[in-house]
DNA sequence: TGAACATATGAACGTTTGTTCATATGTTTC
DNA sequence: GAAACATATGAACAAACGTTCATATGTTCA
């Protein structure tokens, strides 16, 4: 095969046919860039510990900043971008704010985190 | 209750019970702290284009660079990152080296994570 | 209306992160 | 052994990120 070769890799390509399956699976661009933003999400401490207390209950900014010994600043700020993500949802009782999950795929999502994690032997 | 001010939240609290619960369960901070690192990781889009990749067959980095579109280098430096994290795994063979998924709790992830990305109608 | 409170937000700062470039390591083949 | 190749790695740089501080918004209650 002569067109083995490509500007790209600007190397020898090697397995012509594995490419070509793969290239075919290859969701939509816009699908798996919205997949690692959703865990660039999660991939903090301070949003999986919020989003792992809202298992548990509803709960309010402040019971949040309490819980975790974080300020209620940076405890806004990041349910922020957890609502961005449509990973919680808020409703007001007067000047309270009580925020939970906005649904249960995240829980699973954490679960499977959970197992892998949990795999030391390999 | 006159306990109900703290300095931590440097406010009034307001949900005492919610707290005493949501506390008893807060899983070890390592294991959060775990957790939070692999959602890390998977939070990359050049990561998650691997990841997906791999899902089809075992690839090697000239091919991963190429399907792609990437240096060798930048696909290098991050199957380093995912190869620390146990996502994947590595065989040489001659000078070349193939990766693949370590292990299939990665795919249920995404599984979930696909999910939550196509519900836009909420 | 004013004080107290719960939450949100903008700017600033230091840190972390991903890519690039140059180069090193290790393998194959002649 | 030298050339060609596949991969790995270190330093450097710009961009993205999380926290802090100061302050704004909006609500309750006297």
Redesign the pocket.
């Known amino acids: 095969m002569t067109d083995e070769k490509f500007e790209m890799c600007s ?4 397995h012509h046919d594995v490419i070509q399956q793969v290239q075919q699976t290859i969701p939509k661009d816009e699908t798996l860039t919205e997949v690692a933003e959703l865990f ?1 999400v999660l ?5 999986t510990r919020i989003l792992h207390a809202l298992f548990e209950a509803e709960m ?4 949040l ?1 309490y819980v975790l010994g ?12 957890l609502k961005q993500a449509k990973l919680v949802k ?1 409703r ?7 925020y939970s999950l906005a649904d249960h795929h995240v829980k699973h999502i954490f679960d499977q985190a959970f197992q892998h994690v949990n795999e030391d032997r390999n």
């Open positions: 190397q020898t390509t090697i660039k991939g903090d401490r301070t949003r309010c900014v402040c019971d900043a974080m300020t209620q600043s940076s405890i806004s700020h990041q349910l922020r971008v808020n007001k009782e007067g000047k309270v704010v009580y």
